[in-house]
């Protein structure tokens, strides 16, 4: 198999639509083959990010020239992927223009899935689509889990990479303390904490050389209000962190996976300390209701396998996964 593809054969197209909130736009990306001419909900995706970095630092930089998105695209789907509010290119509160401290946490898992279902509907509309399938990690892996729940007639199939679920331990994103309205993520020094979740053996070589660099500035690029303010640094929202504390640490599921009535394939890197082997298996064992479960366990990857040198082995199992056309036995 081989770890290029033809970019000549893939189109892209932004949109910007209306959330349920007013002054609030969400920004969708698009990614399609240029050959496309019908569309169906099998080979729809929309896909959500997590609780720090937008759909187009984790899904869209073309590292190894292309990305997640490019790959989906290639493979012959239709791939829409979203900012939720004050992520990314969609727009911000204006409460994220003060000083952190000046509010409390902003964005919760609420708004998430409002925005997520926001950008479903465009979806099904410009498309004319009665169902697509989704895709997410981490906090964003919530996002749909919860939207599915809520609206299992509107979703073929779920795939999510890292999902988050009950911890007796703390969870690292929860770096502790008060919680302001957003935090200032390093983004140009976050590599030594990413290469310090792998062992020290393969911290050379799990990110291949120049991606990091690329990444975080383009990640950065989707922020601009840090380059004249807080060069270096990206806002994130804190509401999915304080979540975290009132939700998955509590002891108390956000929503319940014994309710998605969907297939499920669950991804996880060997390396997640985010989302640790233990609680990917007790999340994956709650799917009681999913006509066809499925563990996919990437080795050799961190929380961050979507962008390291073995991402291509989480970018087939995800198109094979959508591409399979599920007959119950």
Request: a negative charge.
């Amino acid at each position: 198999m081989t770890n290029s593809i033809d970019m000549n054969a893939v189109v892209a197209s932004e949109h910007r639509i209306p959330s349920d909130t007013a002054g609030i736009e969400l920004y969708v990306r698009n990614k399609r083959p240029s050959s496309m001419e019908r569309f169906s909900p099998e080979t729809t995706i929309v896909m959500v990010h997590g609780a720090t970095y937008s759909s187009g630092s984790l899904y869209d930089v073309a590292l190894g020239g292309f990305s997640f998105m490019d790959y989906l695209a290639s493979q012959g789907f239709d791939v829409f992927a979203v900012d939720v509010r004050g992520y990314g290119k969609s727009s911000r509160p204006e409460a994220m223009e003060r000083e952190p401290k000046l509010s409390p946490p902003l964005i919760d898992t609420d708004i998430g899935v409002r925005d997520f279902s926001s950008a479903v509907d465009f979806v099904l509309a410009h498309r004319r689509l009665s169902k697509v399938n989704i895709f997410a990690m981490s906090w964003g892996g919530t996002v749909i889990g919860a939207y599915t729940v809520k609206n299992p007639d509107k979703v073929v199939k779920l795939s999510v990479l890292a999902p988050q679920w009950l911890s007796e331990t703390p969870i690292p994103l929860d770096m502790g303390g008060d919680l302001a309205a957003y935090r200032l993520v390093p983004v140009m020094n976050t590599l030594p904490r990413w290469l310090g979740t792998a062992p020290e053996h393969a911290r050379d070589t799990i990110i291949p050389k120049g991606w990091f660099e690329q990444w975080a500035a383009a990640t950065l690029a989707d922020d601009p209000w840090s380059e004249s303010r807080e060069p270096g640094k990206l806002r994130a929202t804190n509401g999915p962190i304080q979540d975290i504390r009132d939700y998955w640490r509590a002891g108390k599921p956000y929503y319940n996976p014994s309710d998605i009535t969907v297939p499920v394939l669950l991804l996880h890197g060997e390396w997640d300390v985010d989302v640790p082997i233990d609680l990917a298996l007790a999340y994956f064992l709650e799917l009681t209701s999913s006509p066809s479960r499925v563990w996919i366990e990437i080795g050799e990857a961190t929380h961050m396998a979507l962008l390291e040198k073995n991402r291509m082995r989480a970018f087939r199992a995800i198109s094979e996964f959508f591409q399979d056309v599920y007959a119950p036995e």
